[in-house]
């Protein structure tokens, strides 16, 4: 698709040319704009659209990575299909190194999103575990495996991303006492407090962690620094966190100074793509 724009158009209220204000929306629909993707959208140079990220970045409208960009503290969640495809192979090698940390014969909880469905295509390997879910889309990928022992919880199934939630869930969760709980997040403050976006979610997460002798938090770099209203905890409630790479200052520091062990899928997997901020000028 082409769109032609006129960069002599600009927004009464913003300042902004009309390609600049439609890389913005696709920013915060899509959660991360490619340069190269953005150049053949619009019909202009890669030259050009480093400028109007230049531009919308020194506004603090979008932050720049390598390849392209992403808006400062998104609090829109994104489209469940679109989740499934950002940070596609950084999830995969978040997903590995769980695995490695769950032995077979284990149980577990694993809840909804993304990154827990890529920790559950990682666990195929292994043998006789025991699965407690309240994501439809981990147990129909685990059911497969007939040493598997897969339970789904009952509850209100959300259609847009096969999740199961509400009373009924975390009374059945309470029910349970399992080795491990994994969970993902949409965003952590700070101050390493845990937040997400439906306080349903967070009452199911809880009670995972709560019933879990263990508790691992598995997420991408992008979460730290993104604002949701909810809380779920904080990061010291935590046994394990496993992450694609290092966030930037100041939550490297909020990590370096607790007592959580970190693994980090760029150290593990040295082939897997970073994704870094771009700090010159010269783009």
Do not use: W
């Not at 077979?104 to 025991?130: C, P, Q, Y």
């Not at 598995?218 to 966190?241: E, S, Y």
């Amino acid at each position: 698709m082409h769109i032609k724009t006129d960069e002599g158009i600009r927004s009464e209220q913003s300042g902004l040319n009309q390609r600049q204000t439609l890389i913005v929306e696709k920013a915060r629909a899509e959660g991360f704009v490619s340069i190269d993707d953005l150049a053949t959208d619009y019909d202009v140079t890669p030259q050009t659209i480093r400028r109007d990220i230049k531009l919308l970045c020194d506004q603090g409208i979008l932050r720049r990575y390598h390849g392209g960009a992403s808006l400062v503290s998104n609090t829109r969640n994104v489209d469940y299909s679109r989740r499934r495809e950002l940070m596609k192979n950084q999830k995969e090698h978040i997903g590995q190194m769980v695995a490695e940390h769950i032995p077979d014969g284990a149980s577990l909880f694993l809840n909804i999103g993304t990154t827990a469905e890529a920790v559950a295509a990682a666990l195929m390997g292994h043998k006789n575990l025991r699965v407690v879910t309240n994501n439809i889309n981990v147990a129909s990928l685990l059911s497969q495996r007939e040493d598997f022992e897969i339970t789904i919880a009952g509850g209100r199934v959300r259609a847009r991303d096969l999740a199961v939630v509400g009373e009924a869930t975390i009374g059945f969760i309470n029910q349970f006492k399992v080795d491990f709980g994994i969970v993902g997040i949409s965003g952590i403050d700070e101050d390493g407090t845990l937040l997400d976006f439906d306080y349903r979610e967070v009452r199911v997460a809880e009670a995972i962690m709560e019933n879990s002798r263990t508790v691992y938090l598995a997420t991408d770099h992008t979460k730290f620094g993104r604002r949701a209203m909810v809380k779920l905890g904080h990061l010291a409630d935590l046994d394990g966190l496993f992450i694609d790479q290092m966030p930037d200052a100041p939550y490297a520091e909020l990590l370096a100074d607790s007592n959580i062990a970190v693994h980090v899928a760029s150290d593990r997997f040295p082939g897997i793509t970073k994704i870094e901020p771009e700090l010159d000028d010269d783009i």
